[in-house]
C-alpha cells in the first residue's frame, strides 16, 4: 500500500542551500499533509503542516508547496544547516483530528559543511 | 514544552510473552494512537484511541493487540503473545481535539521491542 511516496531515499545538500524534499500520494481523499524530522533512536517530531485548502505554508526556514492537481508536495529548507541533517517523512490523514497518518518512506537527508 | 513520554525505551522479550508498551499522552490531548516501524520499514499505523474506546485500527491490529487507559494519564499497548515479527519500534502519539479538525499528531521517543 504506496499511498504515500517518498521517491528519493536519500539527498545531500551543502550547508548554507537549499533543500529539496518531495513527497506525491495517491489518494485524493487526504486533506491534510504533514512533514516530520527524525532522529535515529527518536520518534518522528513535527516541522510543519498544510490543509488541502492552501497550496503553501511557511514556518521559518521550512515552507511547505501542495500542488493538488499532480498530488504532490515538497519541503523546502533555506538556508539549510547541519543540525537539519535526519530522516525527513511526509505523511497524510483524511479529515478529521482522530484519523490515522500515512507515512512515506523517508528521506535521509545529509548537510554537509 | 510538554512532550509524550514511553516506557520503557528498550524491552527484550520472549516469543509467546505477553508485554505492556506504555506511554503517558500530552495532558490536555484527547487522541492517542499507537504507530509502529519495524526496522528499514516506513512508519506505520496500529491504532487510534478517543473516548476511551478504539476510533480506528489497521489489518496489522489484530486480536493479540489491545490498548488500555487505565487512569486518565497512561495508556497503554498490549501485545498478548509475542511473535518474532512483532519486533519493532513502537511509537506513542497524541494529539489534541482542535477547532477545524486538524491538527498534528505529536510522538514519543518510542520503545524498541525484541522479540528473541
Known amino acids: 500500500d504506496q499511498q504515500v511516496k517518498q521517491n528519493s531515499p536519500s539527498l545531500s545538500v551543502q550547508e548554507g542551500r537549499i533543500s529539496i524534499l518531495n513527497c506525491d500520494y495517491t489518494?485524493?481523499?487526504?486533506?491534510?499533509f504533514l512533514w516530520y524530522k527524525k532522529y535515529p533512536a527518536e520518534g518522528p517530531t513535527f516541522l510543519i503542516s498544510?490543509?488541502?485548502?492552501?497550496d503553501k505554508n511557511e514556518d521559518g526556514r521550512f515552507t511547505v508547496f501542495l500542488n493538488k492537481s499532480a498530488k504532490h508536495l515538497s519541503l523546502h529548507i533555506v538556508p539549510s544547516q547541519p543540525g537539519d541533517s535526519a530522516v525527513y517523512f511526509c505523511?497524510?490523514?483524511?479529515?478529521?483530528?482522530?484519523?490515522?497518518?500515512?507515512f512515506g518512506t523517508g528521506t535521509r537527508l545529509q548537510v554537509t559543511l | 514544552e510538554p512532550e509524550v513520554t514511553q516506557t520503557p525505551s528498550h524491552q527484550v522479550t520472549q516469543m509467546g510473552q505477553e508485554v505492556i508498551l506504555r506511554c503517558v499522552p500530552i495532558?490536555?490531548?484527547?487522541?492517542f494512537y499507537w504507530y509502529r516501524q519495524i526496522l528499514g520499514q516506513k512508519v506505520e499505523f496500529l491504532v487510534s484511541?478517543?473516548?476511551?474506546?478504539?476510533?480506528?485500527k489497521s489489518e496489522i491490529f489484530d486480536d493479540q493487540f489491545s490498548v488500555e487507559r487505565p487512569d486518565g494519564s497512561n495508556f497503554t499497548l498490549k501485545i498478548r503473545s509475542t511473535k518474532l515479527e512483532d519486533s519493532a519500534m513502537y511509537f506513542c502519539?497524541?494529539?489534541?481535539?482542535?477547532?477545524?479538525?486538524?491538527?498534528?499528531?505529536?510522538f514519543g521517543q518510542g520503545t524498541r521491542l525484541t522479540v528473541v
Open positions: 502519539a497524541s494529539s489534541e481535539a482542535r477547532t477545524g479538525g486538524l491538527t498534528e499528531a505529536f
Open positions: 489518494n485524493s481523499m487526504f486533506d491534510y
Open positions: 498544510i490543509s488541502s485548502i492552501k
Open positions: 505523511a497524510a490523514s483524511l479529515a478529521g483530528t482522530a484519523s490515522k497518518l500515512t
Open positions: 495532558s490536555n490531548h484527547l487522541y
Open positions: 484511541f478517543y473516548n476511551n474506546e478504539i476510533s480506528e
